[in-house]
């Protein structure tokens, strides 16, 4: 699968580039997707738009519904919240962009998580992907955080 990126901050994206399409070079698809880095106003302004929820968050997506397309669609991500998040959680950066880039495309591809079977089935998809590209949750630290 290709990734094409376009980034809309200020910050080098060089390396996060390189971690998203490590990723996803293990997956087979006759598609490509477009990640998009935003600042925390305009993803803010995404949500609340396309949403309507008035709060930044860490990554949006947007399916593509033109069949004649070669995208699985759009996803939005905001480096400034994923970096916090990191920290909340206890892990890496990267895992957190790995994270948000992985959901996203689960988003794009039709996985949801609105019941509980779902949430289930996505994350699990979601654990997967991620092992596979070296970024598997480090428990015992997100555990111990949490406590």
């Not at 480096?79 to 794009?108: I, K, M, N, P, T």
């Not at 039709?110 to 949430?119: A, F, L, S, V």
Request: aromatic share 10%; proline share 1%; net charge negative.
């Amino acid at each position: 699968m290709k990734v094409e990126f376009h980034n809309q901050t200020e910050e080098n994206v060089t390396k996060v580039k390189t971690l998203i399409r490590g990723i996803f070079k293990t997956i087979e698809a006759d598609k490509n997707m477009q990640v998009i880095f935003v600042s925390p106003d305009t993803i803010q302004e995404i949500n609340r738009t396309y949403r309507d929820k008035d709060k930044v968050t860490d990554v949006i997506s947007f399916p593509n519904d033109d069949e004649m397309d070669d995208s699985f669609g759009d996803i939005f991500i905001c480096l400034d919240r994923a970096r916090e998040q990191a920290s909340e959680y206890g892990h890496s950066f990267e895992r957190e962009v790995g994270f948000l880039s992985v959901h996203g495309y689960l988003h794009l591809i039709g996985y949801d998580h609105q019941t509980k079977e779902e949430e289930i089935e996505m994350f699990t998809k979601q654990e997967e992907i991620l092992a596979k590209a070296n970024l598997k949750r480090e428990v015992v630290k997100w555990i111990f955080k949490k406590l």
